[in-house]
């Protein structure tokens, strides 16, 4: 079963420096109807103005994945992480018992946009934790690389969460075959340009949740970039 999620439907918020769109409830948006899909409980679609940022602040038990679209975000934590965050990173930062951490856009004259996914974790109060790694374009130009898992195969990062991240480029001619467990869940989040899954369309923004399905197809794609996640059921 395919259910689509019109990416005008997300909730959205604009707080001058930032402006998010929400896949599922979160913060002042509340929708009892999308609560999140499987494990998969946030995905924001965040820009955030030239010099401001997210100020320290507290998380736990949580599986936090950052992926840059343009720009650059300084991230530091309290496990003594500093880092800059760029396009084609993949940021995880386990949450465990506890963590403080702050984001910043520091770029004096550009914006930065970039996607904040949560996933719950597999067991609750783990020791806290950070990794980070590129996968350049090249890497995922007509294919679904995978960027996230539980057991970092394939020189993915590590999430403690019974999922994966998939990530591809797709333009004209090009498509992608994934097999999937139909006792599983899987959400395909457009990041940006046109992409058919499994004969559905979509735009920037749409999503596809998927649910006893044991194949995805990609294609008819333009300028496409997407996410694609195996998720618990």
Known sequence: MLTMRKGSDRGHADHGWLKSFHSFSFADYRDPA?????????????????????????????????????????HKDSLGTGAVILPGDVQRMSAGRGVQHSEFNHEPDATTHLLQIWILPREHGIEPGYEQKQFDAADKRGR??????????????????????????FDAGERAELTLDPQRKAYVHLVRGRLSVNGQPLVGGDAVKLSDESRLVLDDAHDAEVLVFDLAA
């Open 34 to 74: 999308h609560m999140g899909f499987g494990n998969l409980r946030v995905i924001n679609d965040d820009t955030i103005a030239p010099g401001t940022g997210f100020g320290t602040h507290g998380h736990r038990d949580m599986e936090i994945v950052t992926y840059v679209l343009s720009g650059a975000l300084a």
């Open 144 to 169: 679904l690389r995978l960027v996230a898992s539980p057991d970092g195969r394939d020189g993915s990062v590590t999430v403690h969460a019974d999922a994966s991240i998939r990530a591809g480029l």
